[in-house]
């Protein structure tokens, strides 16, 4: 037995999985966007199994997209980070990227720290054969629902707050152009599933649900959900379509209840999307990017632009250095500037920016306040 077959030796001897099986779970490209709660156990698991691993003809490889920073309180559910990333702020992709390197070191990883919006959501999903939605909350997941009903590729829908917890492979009805892309999951007319909007026609709004910040998590609820996404996503991988029951599973930590619902025939005739093709997140002006809260935490993300040059960044950072003290440093691909505004009095205490491969985004800590977080900016980085 060949090394790389000794690693992957427990997964081969499953059913429809085996050398063939193997092969397309290492040429698969696979997108993960959100790594939190879901999307940590999401990335460790595919990446565990040997997505990435170039183990096919195919160059695979896993992409990550999280525009946060690792927090202290992420810690009790997000498996991939540790003690260190929280003190240093480190950006979730590049945090993940590197411990995932130190489980699989030929693994090909591309962390993004971005901002998923309508402008950006179709690049990062045309590049991929299946999406994994790791997602809190539901403006960005109509987005990559419009994505994967557009382009035709299967989305492991997942969601998880308190004691509950939810998830679904969505195989979208429609044309698309996924074949011309080259991706390595089909399936029939026939074994379609609905799409997000069949299931839930009006998306929640902001706050109309209980988050994981309003409700709490048990970090097990999202590791049971997250196993479902990896699992499923595998399966769908290496065995096929035909092979995965079109189920949504949803979950009661506390009554202990477990039921599966079947998705055969629930396509929404109406639905404005898989049916009449009408892909209302992407066209939304309001998905684009911009100034939001972020869950869970009391900041404000700004989206900045797009990736800075040098001189670009070092005129930031100069600029920056009048603000207070600054801290910089490198995590893979993204530079990370902190500066402490809390010797300024009132109002927000501190600024991140973390300019990546893909987007320059910054953080303002200690408001919830749109319009204070966009004054800070103003004041400080001068746009
Ligand atoms: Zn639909």
């Not at 045309?126 to 997941?141: A, P, Q, Y």
């Not at 979208?172 to 609905?194: L, Q």
């Not at 939001?292 to 935490?297: D, E, I, L, N, S």
Request: net charge neutral; aromatic share 4%; proline share 3%.
């Amino acid at each position: 037995m060949s090394l790389p077959e000794a690693r992957y030796q427990r997964q081969m001897q499953l059913p429809r999985f085996g050398a063939e099986g193997q092969a397309r779970i290492g040429a698969a490209r696979v997108l993960v966007v959100g790594c939190g709660a879901l999307g940590t156990v999401v990335c460790e698991q595919l990446v565990r199994a040997g997505v990435g691993s170039r183990g096919g003809s195919g160059s695979g490889s896993l992409t990550i997209v999280d525009r946060d920073t690792v927090e202290l309180s992420n810690l009790q559910r997000q498996t991939l980070f540790t003690e260190q990333d929280a003190r240093r702020g480190v950006p979730k992709a590049e945090a993940a990227k590197a411990r995932l390197a130190q489980v699989h070191s030929t693994a090909v990883v591309r962390a993004f720290v971005d901002d998923l919006h309508a402008a950006n959501a179709l690049d990062y999903a045309k590049r991929c054969d299946l999406i994994v939605d790791c997602l809190d909350n539901f403006e960005t997941r109509a987005l990559l629902n419009d994505c994967a009903v557009a382009l035709r590729l299967p989305l492991m829908y997942g969601g998880a707050v308190g004691l509950t917890g939810m998830s679904a492979a969505l195989l979208p009805h429609g044309e698309g152009v996924h074949a011309a892309f080259g991706g390595s999951v089909g399936w029939s007319d026939a074994r379609t599933t609905p799409c997000l909007r069949c299931l839930m026609p009006d998306l929640p709004a902001p706050g109309e649900v209980a988050s994981c910040e309003s409700a709490g998590i048990l970090g097990a609820t999202a590791g049971i959900v997250a196993s479902l996404q990896a699992g499923t996503a595998l399966r769908l991988l290496a065995e096929g379509a035909e092979h995965v029951p079109a189920q949504l599973v949803r979950f009661d930590l506390s009554s202990l209840r477990f039921e599966s619902v079947s998705l055969a025939g629930a396509r929404d005739a109406s639905c404005s999307c898989c049916m009449a093709r009408r892909f209302a997140a992407l066209e939304s002006p309001h998905a684009t990017a911009g100034c939001r809260v972020v869950c869970g935490r009391n900041a404000v993300e700004v989206h900045l632009g797009g990736a800075l040059g040098e001189e670009e960044f070092a005129r930031l950072e100069s600029r920056l250095r009048g603000a207070g003290v600054v801290a910089s440093s490198l995590h893979g691909g993204t530079r990370l500037v902190k500066v402490d505004l809390s010797a300024q009095g009132e109002g927000p205490t501190g600024i991140s920016v973390l300019a990546g491969d893909a987007a320059t985004l910054a953080i303002v800590d200690g408001t919830r306040d749109l319009e204070q977080a966009r004054a800070t900016i103003a004041r400080w980085i001068g746009v």
